[in-house]
């Protein structure tokens, strides 16, 4: 979607950045690995004994889920500020 929405809007099918940085980063399942990143934590909980940590883990799975999820999102973002120039506008 994002490489066709890139090529419709500038004429420029952004496959490197699309391909190289995002899939390579977080696979083609990235919804479903930023689930398991907080069922994986969940898990945890549920065997812990200390009920301060059966608290903190969820909430540590769900901040690292959220930072996965931001950071798949902002890597167009940064790689537009490394590049340096935005996309050629027509």
């Given at each position: 979607?994002?490489?066709?929405?890139?090529?419709?809007?500038?004429?420029?099918?952004?496959?490197?950045?699309?391909?190289?940085?995002?899939?390579?980063?977080?696979?083609?399942?990235?919804?479903?690995?930023?689930?398991?990143?907080?069922?994986a934590f969940l898990g945890i909980a549920?065997?812990?004994?200390?009920?301060?940590?059966?608290?903190?883990?969820?909430?540590?799975?769900?901040?690292?889920?959220?930072?996965?999820?931001?950071?798949?999102?902002?890597?167009?973002?940064?790689?537009?500020?490394?590049?340096?120039?935005?996309?050629?506008?027509?």
């Amino acid at each position: 979607m994002y490489v066709a929405q890139n090529y419709a809007q500038y004429s420029v099918a952004p496959y490197g950045l699309q391909l190289g940085s995002r899939y390579a980063l977080f696979g083609l399942g990235r919804h479903a690995l930023f689930t398991a990143m907080f069922g994986a934590f969940l898990g945890i909980a549920i065997q812990i004994r200390r009920r301060w940590a059966r608290i903190l883990a969820p909430i540590c799975g769900l901040s690292i889920a959220i930072s996965a999820h931001v950071l798949n999102n902002a890597l167009p973002l940064l790689a537009t500020f490394v590049r340096g120039e935005p996309p050629p506008q027509h």
